[in-house]
């Protein structure tokens, strides 16, 4: 945290021009119908970095209507699986020759890493599609074995047209973790990008269309959620809504397929995760691993480790390691390779960091280090610790979504597992011990989609994740994820004797 970094990022990365700027329909970018255009702020300034067409209801109308007859009619939905996937590896290939341009973008827009984006998130988006390119060709049913006189196998078919409503924090990986799996599995679709994190999205479309997506097949709407986002979510012809956001918005996304069609939806909500640390862990590697889970892209990450329980025995040690290795952790320009944490995506969720800081301060949790602002401009907060954190206080319940860790003290094993679960989410958690017993132990007993056990935020493409509780339900990633972008159709035919023949 030493010195000033976010200052001018001229000397580390030549910020790209934005070339896409309009929605991307049927193949084309166009302008929005009403003209309307909003601004997309780089939040290492709060400076407006370009102006994007803002996509309503009318614009969501025309990308369902091109969505619809691509599937109806199309080519994609009718093409062997290995010739999308053949389309789909190009598209990869694509990704990878874009990469340097795709990482600046996420990092003018969403204040990401840009050393992050070149080494992980965009090669990641790219092997994630070869990953599903590779599935395309192996989506097939079974053969039944029934009782009566009849043969019987099912058919998996894309359930159509899917709506993909997608947050700011990580604006290509999940750009990629909702289309990739759509895309394999034949179904066409409409993204639409937080209002945050436009610029990727529709570099993304360019990139479909070069690589030879078939027009309609992938659309992009740029706008905001209560227009865009929820005429997409309440649309009769949209079969599917894939939303990962907050669970405010996943109630109302909710709500708008019980009223409209009883489309499918699957939501990825957030949560409260805690990480377990016991005694017996290694002090040095605990600390490094509860760091990373809250500070890793500024705390804005769903999985986040924002609870860290912490076992009475090495309680103080930790804390004192956590607090030298905390003033080691550089924040700044999110371009500098030095720094490894850059500004939260804008002025909303600074402001939104700031005031859970202030009610942890008020409700009597005790302010370890950071607290603050960092530098004069931009939204940077310090990495924030707080200890003696109790569980009902609201920096333990809400998911803030910011570099603000909780320490929390436990004695035994069965007061972790309860505490753990003590939560209304159940996204995450992760373990820290040596003793099989007691990893095999909580990780069967917590309650949440993925368990990490002394590692936090392993994921790969072959490992599905999702919410348990109110932290959503449907898997991201790994096969499941292909699943929910396909129909299961059973087909009868009688044999034999049957009296039907
Ligand atoms: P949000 O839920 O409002 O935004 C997510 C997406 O939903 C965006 O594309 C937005 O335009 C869209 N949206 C908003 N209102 C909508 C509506 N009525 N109908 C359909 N779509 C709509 O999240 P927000 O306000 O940006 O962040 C608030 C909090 O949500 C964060 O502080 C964090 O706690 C949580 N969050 C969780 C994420 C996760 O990964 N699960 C990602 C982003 C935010
Ligand atoms: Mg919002």
Known sequence: MEGERNGSSEAFMKIPEIKFKKLFINGEFVDSISGKTFETIDPRTGEVIAKIAEGEKEDVDLAVKAAREAFDYGPWPRLSGSARAKILMKLANLIDENAEELAALDTIDAGKLFSRGMDRDIPAAAD???????????????????????????????????????????????????????????????????????????????????????????????GFGPTAGAAIASHMDVDKVSFTGSTEV???????????????ISLELGGKSPLIIFDDADVDKAADLALLGILH?????????SRVLVQEGIYDELVKKLLEKAKTWVVGDPFDPSVRQ??????????KILSYIEHGKREGATLLTGGER????????K?????????????????IFGPVMSLMKFKTVEEAIKRAN??????????????????????????AGIIWINCYFAFD?????????????GRDMGLHALHKYLHVKSVVTPIYNSPWL
């Open 128 to 222: 994630l599609l070869r990953y599903y390119a590779g599935a395309a060709d192996k989506i097939h049913g079974e053969t039944l074995k029934m009782s009566g006189e009849f043969q019987a196998y099912t058919l998996l078919e894309p359930v159509g047209v899917v709506g993909h409503i997608i947050p700011w924090n990580f604006p290509t990986s999940l750009f990629f973790m909702k289309v990739s799996p759509a895309l394999a599995a034949g179904c066409t679709m409409i993204v639409k990008p937080a209002e945050q994190t436009p610029l990727s999205a529709l570099y993304h479309a360019h990139l479909a269309k070069q690589a030879g997506i078939p027009n309609g097949v992938l659309n992009v709407i740029t």
């Open 342 to 351: 850059g500004p939260q995506v804008d002025k909303t969720q600074f402001e």
């Open 374 to 381: 960092y530098g004069e401009k931009g939204y940077y907060i």
């Open 383 to 399: 990495p924030t610790i707080f200890s003696n954190v109790m569980d009902d206080m609201l920096i333990a319940r809400d998911e």
């Open 250 to 264: 996943g109630r109302l996304v909710m709500q708008a397929a019980a009223t409209t069609n009883l489309k499918q």
């Open 297 to 305: 892209n500024k705390g804005e990450v769903c999985v986040a480790g």
């Open 422 to 447: 003590d939560t209304r989410y159940g996204l995450a958690a992760g373990i820290v011990t040596n003793n099989l017993n007691i990893a095999n132990t909580v990780s069967r007993s917590v309650k």
């Open 461 to 473: 493409k072959d490992c599905p994740y999702g919410g348990y509780k109110m932290s959503g339900f």
